[in-house]
């Protein structure tokens, strides 16, 4: 049962388990990895049908709120982000140079994570979900814990909740009722939010993928670059030019054929197990299409997307803060440590404080999400500070360290490659 166990009986020990609705998930866990030690399904062959179908859809309600200016976390957002700090730091981060290198996770752990629940963080209580209030600001909190154990890992046990969450916020009743059970059970389908493209400087809203219009719906073509966990996906959300409508959403199972998956390991993010999906001439039905082709909806996926990536940057950067401290007070050279040099000071100095704008940036455009109001603003804002000061903070961790910094005997060179990913993703996590 090993690393799945030993990761759940630690969350489900903690008293924020019942505080925010985990207990369930964590109790099945438990008695999944007692039964069949932790096992992953085969679901392949998983078809997507209709359950049980509700007059309207259902959404989470906008965050309550003073209506004073304030981003501090209330009592179980603080217990949730501690009790995944201490998952990051018992079970992801010992193996993150292991995940980093063999370009994936551990079974065990994605199972983990599963059952923990991640995957429904977006989706409403009253489908099964965990969101009784849009949740945005506890996304980003959630992805900034599990970043600072490792980038690459919090993507890959991230990644399959942006569909569920996609579908909390934006799908009709009979794309809920047929889609979200299968995140919703013990066997948690495998999904992917497909937006990136193969061509330099990515424009999300000039996309080559496009879709047809057809009388028994629409025909995908198009290649997505960088998916993550793509071999194991039984559903992806697509990013598709719709003809005279602009880019639209479109789900697109992987039973249907005509999906091409070819393993494509990147610079940063390798423990995500990116790659390649073609998609050739793939018919969907006509309520494939999420969200009605809105372009505001779209534009929110895209703004959304964004701010998951910041959240990943932030914990990533906390991570190396939290590593030069005691290494630039222990690191002696000439006979006293290297924190005495003005320049290493001053370095570490501008690490902190730019985590720490880029964090505040990063919860200021996901509550005013939450709370239902225009974040496009506020998401661009974090996206350049994370962008820009992210891949400064990893290069200047590698810089303090030297030639140690070089190797892969300390996390800071994987910490860097990991940073500038903020700056070329899109898509692939939504808060």
Sequence with gaps: MGLGLKAIRQIAGLEVIDRVGLRGPAERALYVATKNGMGAAASAGRTFTVVTKRGTAERPRPASTTGLFDLTPDEDQQMIVEAMKEFAAAELRPIALASDTACAAPAELLASADELGLATLGVPEELGGSAAE????????VAEALAHGDLGLAVATLSTGAVPTALGLWG???QQATYLPAFTGDDVAVSALAILEPRPLFDPFVLKTTARKTAEGYVIDGVKSLVPRAADAELFLV???????????FLVPTSGGGVTVVAEPAMGVRAAATASVTFNAVPVPENALLGGADQDIYAECIHRARLAWCAVAVGASQAALDYLIPYVNERVAFGEPIANRQAVAFTVSDIAIETAGMRLATWRAASRADAGKEFFREAAVARQLCVKHGAEIGSSAVQLLGGHGYTKEYPVERWYRDLR???VYEGALLV
């Design 239 to 249: 990013a598709a030019d719709l003809e005279d409508r602009g880019p639209a959403l």
């Design 134 to 141: 849009r949740s945005a600001v506890t996304g980003v909190l």
């Design 172 to 174: 009709d009743a009979g």
């Design 421 to 423: 990913t903020a700056g």
